[in-house]
């Protein structure tokens, strides 16, 4: 299984060096202005629990990924507002045979990057298996397995620091679901290289009386104190909680450092302190909007006593709020407009950074064919036990890119036998689509829908027509507050509208998602297969 999952792993994760297809700037979000300001989102995406540094001149930010393969998504600027997909560096996600079924909200929370001895660390929690760290001495990798470092159900959100005298420490927090007790912050020494807790821990922060949900803890140390940011108050509606203390297990006191203020942006918290060469300190956040996911937010930061400022302080309460337009940071130079990935049009060898698989994926779902300019993806039997697309591995997706923006497919259907489908969806808590679906008398046109998928309810498939033409392009129309209409056509001029208005909904502490699954029904010894021969996101 392992050697399976890394086979097709490599396809998507051997491009070179911050290469990513199709257009490298977005259609439908730039944050920079190009006037010497940018606006938030700086990432218009569910790149949730940011975590950033900047290793010289260039910057880095990792995010959570849940059970989406491959994981823990690494994006890389210049100026802290261009990004690009770097890569990933969890390419299959441990226990391996766990993670080959659809594992939604579990996996990948919220993880944490250093730069340590001259080579990057990645502590990232595994809430049902405990803290796992994965090494590399080049971004790009190679990525080292993952280790455990601390085990136990419950364990989240960890963050390390080395001391002064070469100590190792890491901060982390629990999560209730699984631990039975949430809201407090635990400190445990760990050896020299960081590769394993040495002690039980030390709890140094409880947050159950004024900051309740605390979590998602940063460790930092600055002018002798030691510094924990963290976010309190829940995910849409909390603030930015920060900690200080001269002795690294406490007692600390705190401060709130930023919340929404007079601003629309809901709950501001949990994420980076970054100091640019120059020397300014910023801060990347992320917010809550739904359907959307937690998209990233860049602050300005200062110092005030020993105390950081996160965002504009217009009272000077020693609190600051978000800005929504601001100077982009001085990093000496100015450097071209980039965005991640989002359009492919499946012209290499590798398909895009953008895309991830529902779960550890088998050799067999997909192939790049550059001589054909496509994306081959072979029809793969559902488990027995799914009842919807939502529990169906080979799902291959990408985040929502914008509020409002059009995301078009154009492929080729070759079934084998009846029940081989190609779907194009969006997917959440509930999800929506169309499909083209072989029957024993030609391809039918196919409106899906499925309420509830995360309770187990069944997809409702409505017939719309037949098809003839060889080529086939779905699409769906997304505006504000999350309304996907859907449409097709045969000569990718003229669509027709199929299906009711669907309202995306946001999936298991992810933003809704942009899928593709070509699925069978029957048991063969061979596969019907759709040829994609691009997929466009435009205004």
């Known amino acids: 299984m392992r050697k399976l999952a890394g086979c097709l792993i490599g396809l998507l994760a051997a491009s070179p060096a911050f290469a990513q297809s199709g257009n490298e700037v977005s259609k439908v979000w730039v944050a920079d202005n190009g006037n010497g300001t940018y606006k938030n989102p700086v990432l218009y995406a569910d790149y949730s629990d940011p975590d950033a540094i900047r290793v010289g001149e260039d910057y880095y930010m990792i995010a959570s990924s849940f059970d989406a393969i491959p994981g823990l998504p690494i994006l890389h600027s210049k100026d802290l507002v261009n990004w690009r997909i770097a890569g990933h560096a969890l390419l299959r996600q441990p226990p391996y045979e766990h993670f080959t079924r659809t594992q939604h909200g579990n996996g990948v929370w919220a993880p944490a990057i250093r730069y340590h001895n001259n080579e990057f660390y990645i502590y990232y929690p595994d809430p049902d298996f405990g803290i796992y760290l994965t090494k590399a001495k080049n971004i790009n990798g190679p990525w080292s397995e993952p280790q455990l470092v601390a085990g136990g159900k419950g364990l989240i959100d960890p963050c390390p620091l080395w001391d002064d005298d070469g100590k190792a420490y890491l901060?982390?927090?629990?999560?209730?679901?699984?631990?039975?007790?949430?809201?407090?912050?635990?400190?445990?020494?760990?050896?020299?290289?960081?590769?394993?807790?040495?002690?039980?821990?030390?709890?140094?922060?409880?947050?159950?009386?004024?900051?309740?949900?605390?979590?998602?803890?940063?460790?930092?140390?600055?002018?002798?104190?030691?510094?924990?940011?963290?976010?309190?108050?829940?995910?849409?509606?909390?603030?930015?909680?920060?900690?200080?203390?001269?002795?690294?297990?406490?007692?600390?006191?705190?401060?709130?450092?930023?919340?929404?203020?007079?601003?629309?942006?809901?709950?501001?918290?949990?994420?980076?302190?970054?100091?640019?060469?120059?020397?300014?300190?910023?801060?990347?956040?992320?917010?809550?909007?739904?359907?959307?996911?937690?998209?990233?937010?860049?602050?300005?930061?200062?110092?005030?006593?020993?105390?950081?400022?996160?965002?504009?302080?217009?009272?000077?309460?020693?609190?600051?709020?978000?800005?929504?337009?601001?100077?982009?940071?001085?990093?000496?130079?100015?450097?071209?407009?980039?965005?991640?990935?989002?359009?492919?049009?499946?012209?290499?060898?590798?398909?895009?950074?953008?895309w991830q698989w529902q779960a550890n994926p088998f050799a067999g779902w997909a192939f790049p064919s550059s001589a054909k300019g496509s994306l081959r993806l072979f029809a793969a039997p559902a488990p027995d036990s799914a009842n919807s697309l939502w529990d169906v591995p080979n799902v291959l997706a990408q985040k929502f890119p914008a509020e409002e923006f059009t995301a078009t497919v154009k492929f080729t259907f070759t079934p084998r036998l009846p029940g081989d489908r190609m779907s194009f969806i969006v997917l959440g808590l509930d999800y929506a689509g169309l499909a083209v679906e072989n029957k024993t008398d030609?391809?039918?046109?196919?409106?899906?829908?499925?309420?509830?998928?995360?309770?187990?309810?069944?997809?409702?498939?409505?017939?719309?027509?037949?098809?003839?033409?060889?080529?086939?392009?779905?699409?769906?129309?997304?505006?504000?507050?999350?309304?996907?209409?859907?449409?097709y056509s045969t000569d990718g001029t003229t669509f027709h509208v199929a299906g009711n208005e669907f309202t995306a909904k946001p999936g298991k502490w992810i933003g809704a998602k942009l899928g593709l699954c070509c699925s069978r029904t029957a048991k063969t010894n061979d596969a019907g297969f759709a040829d994609v021969d691009w997929f466009r996101i435009t205004k």
């Open 442 to 487: 030609g391809l039918y046109l196919t409106t899906l829908r499925c309420t509830q998928a995360d309770k187990g309810r069944k997809e409702q498939a409505e017939q719309v027509t037949k098809l003839t033409a060889t080529d086939i392009f779905f699409r769906v129309r997304v505006t504000r507050g999350g309304k996907c209409n859907f449409s």
């Open 171 to 354: 901060v982390h927090a629990y999560a209730g679901s699984r631990a039975g007790i949430k809201s407090i912050l635990v400190v445990k020494q760990l050896n020299a290289d960081g590769t394993k807790a040495i002690d039980e821990g030390v709890m140094v922060f409880d947050g159950h009386d004024a900051h309740p949900t605390l979590e998602g803890p940063k460790f930092y140390k600055r002018n002798g104190y030691y510094y924990i940011f963290a976010p309190a108050g829940g995910v849409s509606t909390g603030w930015q909680l920060v900690m200080r203390s001269k002795n690294i297990y406490g007692p600390y006191e705190s401060k709130i450092v930023m919340d929404q203020g007079k601003s629309p942006v809901n709950g501001p918290h949990q994420g980076a302190w970054v100091t640019t060469q120059k020397g300014a300190d910023w801060f990347l956040h992320f917010q809550d909007l739904d359907a959307y996911g937690r998209v990233v937010h860049l602050q300005p930061m200062t110092w005030v006593n020993d105390w950081p400022v996160i965002g504009e302080d217009k009272d000077k309460d020693g609190k600051g709020e978000p800005v929504l337009v601001w100077r982009k940071p001085d990093v000496g130079k100015t450097w071209p407009v980039t965005t991640p990935a989002e359009s492919d049009e499946f012209n290499g060898n590798t398909i895009g950074k953008q």
